[in-house]
């Protein structure tokens, strides 16, 4: 990682667990796969007002296309950006498609006790904070998620990741708001790398200057309107 990364604060996101950060407008926070096969589930909440939410319906629409590239924003629900994508180590692959996985997924899956799960992190992470969601939200950004469109142009298909111990993504802030993360439990579908799905332990950085200034782009037009 780039020494001129200036950081307040570091956290590690348990395997398994969530994490919630409160950033201020124009600050960052970095994503680190500290093994490399790590899927983290990410979401993002306007701090004046929690029922405004990243929303990943509306960011297709904003950068008009499935997964984000380095200068696209995250847009919420209220059509406002509030992250953008200013960095990534990583082969650029992530999914904004799969919903998180919760308690009834588990189920679905054949668990017959209770499994730790990215939605219930949601909670607890932000609860940390002593903040209070007044819904949930199954579609969260799947940073090192590996979901490949087919041939066919609707078939998804879902892979372990392709990220290297150290890999990271960087997330600044475009207006003040909480992100919360969750080290996803998931090891019944095969989405964690190297074969063995084993969940691990992830790694956020609060960035306070030393990342990319990209210029927040606006919203997709059609030519001619």
Aim: glycine share 8%; net charge negative.
């Amino acid at each position: 990682m780039s020494a001129d990364l200036e950081h307040r604060d570091v956290q590690l996101i348990p395997a398994r667990h969530g994490k919630a950060v409160h950033l201020k407008k124009g600050e960052a926070v970095q994503v680190v796969n500290l093994h490399g096969t790590q899927v983290v589930d990410c979401w993002a909440y306007n701090a004046a007002d929690v029922s405004e939410y990243m929303c990943m319906e509306a960011t297709r629409v904003w950068n008009q296309r499935l997964n984000p590239q380095v200068g696209d924003s995250f847009i919420t629900s209220q059509r406002h950006p509030i992250l953008t994508l200013v960095a990534d180590t990583s082969p650029g692959v992530h999914d904004t498609f799969m919903a998180a996985c919760d308690a009834r997924r588990y189920e679905l899956l054949g668990c017959t006790e209770p499994h730790r799960n990215c939605h219930d992190n949601l909670f607890e992470g932000m609860a940390e904070l002593g903040v209070h969601l007044p819904h949930g939200n199954l579609a969260s950004f799947n940073i090192f998620m590996n979901i490949q469109v087919q041939p066919d142009g609707r078939t998804l298909k879902t892979l372990p990741v392709v990220t290297r111990p150290g890999d990271y993504i960087i997330l600044r802030a475009e207006m003040d708001c909480y992100v919360a993360f969750s080290a996803c439990p998931q090891d019944i579908v095969s989405i964690q790398g190297q074969g063995d799905n084993t969940p691990r332990d992830a790694e956020l950085r609060i960035l306070t200057a030393g990342f990319p200034q990209v210029k927040l782009q606006g919203a997709w037009v059609p030519e001619g309107v």
